[in-house]
């Protein structure tokens, strides 16, 4: 299971780091990220970071995010620094696993809103 926290309600150009705690150890999964949903949009991805940490980024987001893990404690941060009110959204954490005989699994966390006062 993951379990997301460190969502707010911010001002713009303020900062807020989300963290994503997992149940089980992150080194087995292939890549942990972060996506967004805001009203009545699609689901996306802001951020992922591979086994062997490898990062990439929305453009929306370049410069501004930075997504991180730290292994000893099952845990994936994204650190947002200026933030803008089109960042308002639910943040929600995924991890995946892909076996070899058995497919790929998805796994999400329950999200957390972060909202950017203008």
């Known amino acids: 299971q993951l379990q997301a926290s460190g969502g707010g309600l911010v001002q713009a150009g303020g900062s807020l780091r989300l963290s994503c705690a997992a149940s089980?150890?992150?080194?087995?999964?292939?890549?942990l990220g972060w996506y967004r949903q805001a009203p009545g949009q699609q689901r996306e991805l802001v951020a992922g970071?591979?086994?062997?940490?490898?990062?990439n980024y929305a453009d929306s987001v370049k410069g501004r995010f930075t997504i991180s893990r730290e292994n000893a404690k099952n845990t994936v941060y994204l650190q947002m620094n200026s933030l803008k009110p089109e960042d308002t959204a639910v943040y929600y954490c995924?991890?995946?696993?892909?076996?070899?005989?058995?497919?790929?699994?998805?796994?999400w966390g329950q999200g957390t809103q972060v909202t950017v006062s203008s």
């Open positions: 995924n991890a995946v696993l892909r076996t070899l005989y058995s497919g790929t699994f998805d796994y």
């Open positions: 089980v150890s992150i080194v087995s999964f292939n890549t």
């Open positions: 970071i591979t086994s062997g940490g490898s990062t």
